[in-house]
């Protein structure tokens, strides 16, 4: 008995090394505060643990027994191996297609683009916005152009209708300081959000003084994240540099 749990817990300390990469690359790369509560990463990277953390290491204390040969139970461990590999592989793809990518200015509000949400090939035609393809490091700003004609706004309000929304659509992509400009315009101050929620006005004063923003130079834009509605602060002078708080500032 004491040499399987040796055995699951060598097994175990190796997996939490490997995880423990994984789970950096996926909180401070792909999914940086606050997405990775919003984003669904916290969920996936909790799937992923629960599978090569804990199953790997149980499978390897019931197979290995010390009265097979040597070889033997070498061979049952790199076959569990394999599968964790393959499994972990899988997880990390799947992190990794469903990572936001974009911070699109939607109009009059910032929505979340998620890698998965795109189609393909229209991002192909997008290429002189996202030269480089869809960002790896974080999510990037993103602007949004008017629809050129009534068919192309038809055709646009039906795609949002049926699941891919306006910022999700490439083919309406722009540079974001394009539209610097009508996102300062929509943006309201800071202080208005304060005197809307004054239960929630130490929280966004604590974040002004975190990110020494100044509260007459602060405004403020409501954003969706999936099914969650936060609100993005940013400093007049620096539109390009995006500060969340989880309070939903739409107004009815």
């Not at 643990?49 to 149980?58: K, Q």
């Not at 990572?99 to 393909?120: I, L, S, W």
């Not at 700003?141 to 039906?158: C, D, F, V």
């Not at 609100?231 to 539109?239: A, F, I, P, S």
């Amino acid at each position: 008995m004491r040499e399987k749990f040796k055995a699951a817990g060598i097994h175990f300390l190796l997996g939490l090394v490997l995880l423990s990469a994984v789970f950096c690359l996926i909180y401070f790369v792909w999914y940086p505060a606050p997405f990775y509560q919003l984003s669904g990463g916290q969920e996936l990277m909790e799937l992923i643990f629960g599978v090569d953390l804990i199953l790997g290491p149980l499978l390897t204390w019931v197979v290995f027994n010390k009265k097979k040969p040597l070889r033997t139970n070498l061979l049952d461990v790199a076959v569990i191996a394999c599968v964790q590999l393959a499994a972990l592989g899988y997880g990390i793809y799947t992190v990794m297609q469903a990572r936001p990518v974009f911070v699109g200015y939607e109009y009059y509000r910032f929505r979340v683009v998620h890698a998965n949400e795109p189609d393909p090939q229209e991002m192909r035609k997008a290429s002189a916005v996202i030269p480089h393809g869809l960002p790896m490091w974080g999510p990037k700003m993103l602007g949004l152009r008017k629809s050129a004609n009534n068919e192309e706004q038809t055709n646009s309000a039906l795609l949002a209708i049926g699941g891919i929304s306006e910022a999700a659509q490439a083919n309406l992509w722009v540079p974001y300081k394009n539209v610097e400009p009508e996102v300062l315009a929509h943006a309201k101050p800071v202080q208005r959000l304060i005197d809307r929620f004054p239960g929630q006005s130490e929280k966004i004063r604590q974040l002004l003084v975190k990110h020494q923003l100044e509260l007459n130079n602060t405004v403020y834009v409501p954003l969706i994240v999936k099914d969650a509605f936060w609100t993005v602060l940013l400093d007049k002078n620096q539109l390009d540099k995006p500060y969340y708080i989880d309070i939903d500032s739409f107004e009815d």
